[in-house]
């Protein structure tokens, strides 16, 4: 059983909650992977509909739409990219903390021998881009806000080890025993009037 969901945001649009770290955002297959935040949120408010996912490694802001309607609404928002998100990572590695933003475009597909992994495909990969800006040095990592302008699968975490910095924790793409973790958390999600935010709990 993992840890309770925190309920930041319920209005009669949507519900948003912060997801923790190792708990799934929808069913997976199995009997065992039926918890997850959906079927959590859905307890509550059983209209309540997922628009978005993280993956289970990874915490932070998660939005469900209340019903059919609302749910095309959020997708659709999301796919003209009028949604705002940010991420706090902690990655290998030091990273030049020189106040600017920078930017990874490297196309990605499913690395389907390899499922789930994603991996970079300059012939067949969709296009992706991700910005990142690094905060603080941290006993020989880097502390990193991350935008991502696409949301492709597993995006952040390939492209911060294509950049050669892979996101301390990651079991599919670097070390998973260099932290108790993934350290990935959602902290910031903006979307019309709603913004919603979550300190890293790293």
Request: hydrophobic content about 40%; some cysteine.
């Amino acid at each position: 059983m993992s840890e309770e969901l925190d309920w930041l945001h319920v209005d009669e649009t949507c519900v948003v909650v912060d997801k923790p770290a190792g708990l799934l955002s929808v069913p997976g297959r199995g009997e065992d992977k039926q918890d997850c935040a959906a079927a959590r949120v859905q307890q509550r408010y059983p209209e309540a509909l997922i628009v978005h996912r993280l993956d289970q490694a990874t915490s932070g802001l998660l939005l469900f739409a209340r019903g059919a309607e609302m749910q095309r609404h959020y997708s659709y928002e999301f796919m003209q990219r009028r949604v705002h998100k940010r991420y706090v990572a902690v990655v290998e590695g030091l990273l030049p903390l020189d106040g600017n933003w920078h930017e990874i475009a490297l196309p990605l597909i499913a690395d389907w021998p390899n499922r789930p992994k994603q991996k970079i495909d300059h012939e067949q990969g969709k296009p992706s881009l991700t910005r990142w800006l690094a905060l603080a040095h941290e006993a020989g990592r880097t502390r990193v806000e991350l935008e991502p302008v696409t949301g492709r699968s597993h995006q952040l975490r390939v492209h911060l080890m294509a950049l050669g910095h892979p996101i301390a924790g990651d079991a599919l793409y670097g070390d998973a025993s260099s932290a108790a973790r993934l350290l990935l958390h959602a902290c910031e999600l903006s979307i019309g009037a709603l913004s919603v935010t979550s300190p890293a709990p790293f």
